[in-house]
Every structure is written in C-alpha cells, then in structure tokens.
C-alpha cells in the first residue's frame, strides 16, 4: 500500500514514545487479567450525599473514589505496588497512583504522588489540579516518571469494560469502565442495581494469579462499603 504525504499523520513525540513503551510491554511482560465487578448503589447514595451543594469544580468524583481505594489496598498488597527489574521485584517505598488523562497528541498517567492516607476530598482536589496541568503541559517530572500503580477509567466513554497494557516498570495497571444499570439479585431478589466492571491487568513475571485475586477483592470491598473511607468531610 502506498501512503501519500498528504493523507500521513505523522507521529508526534509523545505518540512514539507510547509506540515505544507499550510495544515494549506488550512484547516482554507476560500479561494476564484478572475481572470483577461491584455494586455501587451504596457507594451512589454517599457521593449524592456529600456532594450535595459542592460547587460544581469541587465535587467529588467516582475516579477519586477510586484512587483512595486502590491506594488503600496498595498499602495491604505490597507486592502490587512495586516495579519489575532484572534483579527482581523493587517495591515501592510510596504509594504513587497514575491516572491516565486524554491530552491533545496521546494519553498520559502522571501520579499523584504519596496518596496513601489522603483522604477522598484531598485526593479529589489534587486529581482535578493534576488533570489541569497535564493538559496544559505543566506537570513535574517526578509526576510523570513515578507512578507505582496506573488506574485507566474509560467510564465517561460509556465504554462497559476493557484490557489496558502495562505501563513499564509498574506490575499492575486497573481499567474501568462506565456503571451501568443492571437486575441484580439480593437475598434471593431481582431488584435494580448500579454495576461497574473491573479489570486488572498484571505482569505474571512478578505477580501471580492469586495475589491480583486479592487486590482486585479489596478494590471491590472498597467500593462497596463507603462508609469505610475516609472522606474527609464534616458530617
């Protein structure tokens, strides 16, 4: 096939630097998933709750939520939290939770740095000033290159679930996808409920098919009990 110079989209920087790091994932890290779902009505009913009469640039969002929740659950699957080296599995001495964010010419997942014991409020607050400055081109370089862990949210999408690739060193990388309405069944009842699905992808040479079971089990523990997190919000 030939290719025309005015029908070629040339590749920017940023685009043959994601050729580069995922084609290389894809190639050396042996990638297995691990998928789930939870419940979220419960989770639905408590962000009503607190967001109720938030200025619109201060509500808490369901990504949040789950930055809070998977750092929390880093903190109990160390093993998780870590990057794969030729000498072996380097855990992380922080907690570093990358969010992938749309900017003009690819996607990036900058970290927010040491979120391990924030509450949602605070990590709500640093996400939407992190998503800001990724797409004005103004994030730190430490923010870039030290995430320990990537979440990859294509919910707004209406995207139902998806893979995501392994973001090198990290060992593991979670893709969810939007909350749908389902008939769920409780205590032997049909009744309406709000699902959202979850995959985790893992590198097998670090992590075994156990360990991502856990994580991804109290991910969903998280999610299901709200009243568990710490929102950092009177009353």
């Not at 699902?195 to 994580?215: K, N, P, Y």
Request: net charge neutral.
């Amino acid at each position: 096939m030939t290719t025309s110079s005015s029908n070629l989209l040339k590749q920017s920087t940023m685009r043959r630097a994601i050729a580069r790091a995922m084609s290389k994932s894809k190639r050396e890290a042996p990638h297995f998933y691990v998928g789930g779902e939870a419940r979220l009505d419960d989770l639905y009913h408590h962000l009503a709750a607190v967001n109720d009469g938030r200025p619109d640039d201060d509500r808490i969002s369901l990504t949040a939520v789950l930055v809070h929740i998977a750092a929390d659950a880093l903190v109990a699957h160390p093993h998780i939290n870590a990057h794969w080296t030729d000498e072996g599995l380097l855990l992380a001495d922080g907690v570093h939770v990358g969010v992938a964010v749309a900017v003009a010419d690819g996607l990036i997942a900058p970290a927010i740095l040491d979120c391990a014991g924030l509450d949602v409020l605070m990590i709500s607050r640093r996400l939407r000033d992190l998503a800001n400055r990724a797409r004005t081109g103004k994030l730190r370089v430490d923010e870039i290159n030290q995430p320990t862990f990537t979440i990859s949210n294509l919910g707004m999408y209406e995207v139902s679930r998806f893979t995501a690739i392994l973001n090198p060193p990290q060992v593991a990388i979670l893709a969810t996808g939007t909350v749908e309405q389902r008939a769920v069944v409780v205590d032997g009842v049909v009744v309406p409920g709000s699902v959202i699905a979850m995959t985790l992808s893992v590198d097998h040479r670090a992590i075994d098919g156990i360990a991502a079971a856990q994580f991804l089990a109290t991910v969903r523990r998280g999610l299901e009990r709200p009243s568990g997190l710490e929102w950092g919000i009177a009353g």
